[in-house]
């Protein structure tokens, strides 16, 4: 007959106590979530109203109460576009505390209405995050909507009907052409002549081009993407140079996000492409001061079969800087990177984005979350 052991037993008994210990941690964790039913805000939306494009200090205010019987851990505020710096005024809200998320948004390069959002992660119950949105009616001193009620001569004598081309989720090749409309509403001839700040993968065809006044007319933009080199979110502006006397210089802004059609790759090419990993998707900066200066260490590797290129790194704030010592890593090859957060003129709790764009056709965007909870001297 088969005798067990002293030790042994003894090693069976504590890992039945272990395994009995960890179930009961778990039990009283789940325990102390909270559901986001008990969140009372006193709104979920913000309008602005009416901006303008050069305005800044724009916050978006969310006042909530924890109406729940277990703390609220909020463990991340994030903001779907970089415009928006969001945060919360407490980390930790204890039952019947109140706390406030505030969103600062940017409207430089907006125009119209514009509608945003911010996302709130914490220890929830019954979902992921509580979403938040605000929005604004952006205009612009320069220039205005065609159908719009303004004053003669406000803007000038040529009118705009848009400042900005909005061009989305656009294929890396792509080829296509836009319109822009223009009113001359002025009493003399107004010719759109040259663009003085030009771009490389966007023209305009039929320049130059002259308005009598009281008529309208269109602007052809082509663009080329294949002219740049590039993925991922691209902005940017050109000027255009006009004889309108009181506004001769005219910006119009262009934002568009470049991507990479990776769905026709066959399946022995997607075996042999680059694979990014990373040792972590979040990097911990702890409690520091405003205006110091804390960087920690990610590991970035190739585990796929061919070279991974890190074609694009970007910060919603140039708070964080991530810069690698080199952009393509062989099969097999790890890169240690530094993540620099500078908290200068911040305060409270913060949380900001670095996005990497690869050549891994199964995750070309990689995000990197930094978090940082800045007090005051």
Known sequence: MLKIKPFYLNSIMYNRFSAILILSLMGQFCHAQVSIKDLVFESLTYDFGTVFSDQSGLTASYSFINGSSNPLYISGVDASCGCTNARTTKDTVFPG??????????????YGPTNK????????????QVELEFDADVKSE??????EKYYKGQYGYLVLEK?????????????????LRLLNDGYHDITIQKLAKKSTFLKIRNLPLTLSPNTRGYLIVDVDLTKIDTVGPVYGSVKLIT???FVPFKDINYNLNVVINYSNMSKRKVRNAPRIFMNTATVEMGEMFSGAIRSKKVIISN???????LQRIESDCTCTLVDPSKRVLKPGEELEVTVKYDALHKEGSQVKRVKIYSN???NPLTTIFVYATVKGR
């Open 117 to 128: 959002h911010v996302y709130v992660r914490g220890n929830f119950t019954d979902g992921f």
């Open 303 to 309: 585990k796929g079969k061919s070279d991974l290129k």
């Open 360 to 362: 891994d056709p199964i």
């Open 163 to 179: 400042i900005l081309f909005d061009w989305s989720n656009v294929l890396s090749n792509a080829k296509f052409t836009d319109t």
């Open 97 to 110: 505390e109140s706390a406030k998320i505030l969103a600062e948004f940017n409207a430089k390069g907006f």
């Open 142 to 147: 320069h220039s205005t909507d065609v159908n």
């Open 243 to 245: 004889t309108d006397l």
